[in-house]
């Protein structure tokens, strides 16, 4: 177990440490996975942003998701969603998710573009994975961005995701494995929501740390 969410980034960063200063892409899944990617990128000398990716939740259960989906409209469903869903009523739910992933778009990055990821090595970072529809949807992203390599780092997650993920990746890197996962809390000690300020500061610092971007000190 982890104490919070600095300690499994730079506990992530020890085990990734081959890619430090090798002028990796470190994104973040908002909101959360930017407080564990800050951690990555600055323990590794790498490039920080974020990549924004909404959960896809059902009508009936908006916080059980059936897909997700990327800020350049990369979509995962799940197989069995597309059975149970009428696709105007998945249609609706991307609507409107589009909607938000644009408010976070300018919110949180303010209306930058991702950092050049073709040909990189891109690291992807969340706080923990559950479903791993966000991350499915962001490794999508980053194919059709054309990326060198594609990394998926998480403290905290349960085995039930991991094949399918080195399937769609070129690999993966776990820390722990809760016994009857059902949560991500599970993995820490505390776990606090991180707020789109939190978000914001922790970007701006890695700006005033960082001056000359990464990716022009090539």
């Known amino acids: 177990?982890?104490?919070?969410?600095?300690?499994?980034?730079?506990?992530?960063?020890?085990?990734?440490?081959?890619?430090?200063?090798?002028?990796?892409?470190?994104l973040g899944i908002p909101r959360g996975?930017?407080?564990?990617?800050?951690?990555?990128?600055?323990?590794?000398?790498?490039?920080l942003s974020l990549v924004v990716c909404r959960k896809l939740?059902?009508?009936?259960?908006?916080e059980a998701a059936f897909g997700a989906m990327a800020e350049d409209g990369s979509l995962f469903i799940f197989e069995e969603a597309r059975g149970q869903l009428p696709p105007e009523i998945i249609q609706s739910i991307v609507s409107r998710e589009r909607r938000e992933i644009a408010r976070r778009i300018h919110k949180l990055r303010h209306d930058k573009p991702l950092p050049p990821i073709k040909?990189?090595?891109?690291?992807?970072?969340?706080?923990?994975?559950?479903t791993g529809a966000t991350l499915f949807a962001a490794i999508e992203l980053c194919r059709r961005q054309q990326a060198g390599k594609i990394i998926v780092a998480a403290p905290v997650s349960g085995h039930h995701v991991v094949h399918e993920l080195k399937e769609r990746c070129d690999e993966v890197v776990i820390l722990t494995?809760?016994?009857n996962f059902f949560a991500v809390s599970q993995g820490y000690?505390?776990?606090?929501?991180?707020?789109?300020?939190?978000?914001?500061?922790?970007?701006?610092?890695?700006?005033?740390?960082?001056?000359?971007?990464?990716?022009?000190?090539?």
């Not at 177990?1 to 470190?26: C, H, I, N, S, T």
């Not at 040909?119 to 559950?130: E, K, Q």
């Not at 000690?189 to 000190?217: A, G, N, Q, S």
């Open 189 to 218: 000690e505390r776990f606090h929501d991180v707020d789109d300020e939190t978000v914001i500061h922790l970007l701006d610092l890695w700006e005033d740390e960082h001056l000359v971007p990464v990716i022009e000190k090539r």
């Open 177 to 179: 494995f809760p016994k």
């Open 33 to 47: 996975g930017v407080e564990t990617a800050y951690y990555v990128a600055t323990e590794l000398h790498a490039e």
């Open 1 to 26: 177990m982890f104490k919070d969410r600095k300690e499994g980034g730079q506990q992530l960063a020890r085990v990734l440490r081959a890619y430090r200063d090798q002028q990796v892409l470190v």
């Open 119 to 130: 040909g990189r090595t891109v690291i992807l970072v969340d706080d923990g994975i559950a």
């Open 57 to 62: 939740g059902y009508p009936f259960n908006p």
